[in-house]
């Protein structure tokens, strides 16, 4: 007999719902997340896998469910390393089993509901082996620190945008020293001098004991402090400035520490090696994406990894409507979140060609500056696909060479460009005169040219431009 294993998992306990093969319900039972719970559902486990025969299976699948599924996901590993029998265990989007149900035209939704799903969605055989539950990869103890220093890292962001703000009233003079990087030397100032009349009362020498701060440069602080046009001065205003400069110290050195700490714990690893070679990802992003991504093998393809990062570009075609909406933004926004200002290190210098060259290309199409940067935050996500899978480090020359080979390969007539030669169109066909034009262009041998040299959109252009050129298969 067959035995499916569907659970939601709530805050301290989860619904279960057992399945046999012909869809009847064995067992439908809350355990609570506690020892008792936990031992409760290992007998039952163990006496449903010993009805189960040899050549039968028994599956279980739970929701992700922000970290609260992790519990009975370890017992469950554990089960099967005590079992003969394979125990297969499965880990879900939400989102799969909504659709799910969506299809079967269920609308409503319980616990125990969700549960039964599940174990359907598993008696009908539609679990894919890359959902099946592995501790390969990273401990999630690492996971769990990186999404904390990225939570204090997004702390810091929103301090600085705080204290800038808070500087255009109350000390502007100030606030060209605070554009881009913020300096330490900039907060301990306004740390203990907030307002320009106490700058003023300071005076350069005791300023220039702040360090970095030189004699010339705190000679020119004084001054524009004694001629400041501040609306905002009072001690309420300098005791805010202060608290956040102090804030913002104490956060940045947290955060430098957790960061090293991360990057120490990763290092001695081959996966994170190879993602800190790849121009304009540093040790922080590599460390950050190596936690994040975990286990590249449950990627068969570079387009499936910038689909989980929530990257892939968004098209919707129906007969002659086509629309290219942004980025899904349904994935790891953890991953994107990193990814966020590695085009900028990678462009800067143009240490990286194959971004740089995406990243010229689009703005000479006349992209917008944020369309060309996450066009270029999915091109670097494809690079480190291919430097990860094929375990290799990062060959700036690498995308040259290739399209040479593909070049060559065309000029000698071994390219494989007769995929549609055996696809003819019936000009007589009651077509809108959209597609007409499109069959019209099809057939001259004028206009052959594939469809992304005719422009189809820069974001699923280059999406499999850079997908191909950096997957290094």
Known sequence: MNVYVGGDVSKGY??????????EILLEIQMDDTHKGHSRMGELIRECNRKVGPEEEMEIALEATGGMERNWLDLFRELGEDSEQDLKVYRFNPLVIRRFTEQ?????????????ALANYLRLGLAEKKAAYTDAGPADGLKTLARKTQRMVNQSVDLKNELQALLQRAHPELVQYVRGHMSQWVLRLIKQYPT????VEAGPETLSGIPYVTEEKAQSI???ARTSVASQTDEDTALTLSLTAGDLLR???RINRLKERLWNRVRDRRAPRLLASIEGIGKWSAAVLYCEIGDITRFS?????????????????SGDIAREKTTGKQGNAHIRSVLYGCPAAAIR????PPVRKLYDRLKERGKHQKVAEVACMRKLLA???????????FDPTYEKRLKARQAEKKSTGEASGEQNADQSFDMSAPVSRKEAKKRRKATSPEKGAGPSARGQGAFLDEYHNGESASEQT
């Open 14 to 23: 989860a619904d279960f719902c057992l399945m046999d093969e012909e869809g």
């Open 383 to 393: 690079i480190v696909y291919g430097c990860w899978s094929n375990n290799e480090r």
């Open 301 to 317: 393809s570079a387009k499936k990894l910038i689909a989980y990062a929530g990257l892939d570009p968004q098209r919707e075609e």
């Open 349 to 352: 210098n143009s240490t990286n």
């Open 196 to 199: 320009p009349s106490e700058v």
């Open 104 to 116: 079967r035209l269920h609308t409503n939704k319980t616990d125990e509901i969700s549960a039964r």
């Open 222 to 224: 004084v001054e524009a």
């Open 251 to 253: 956060l940045e050195k």
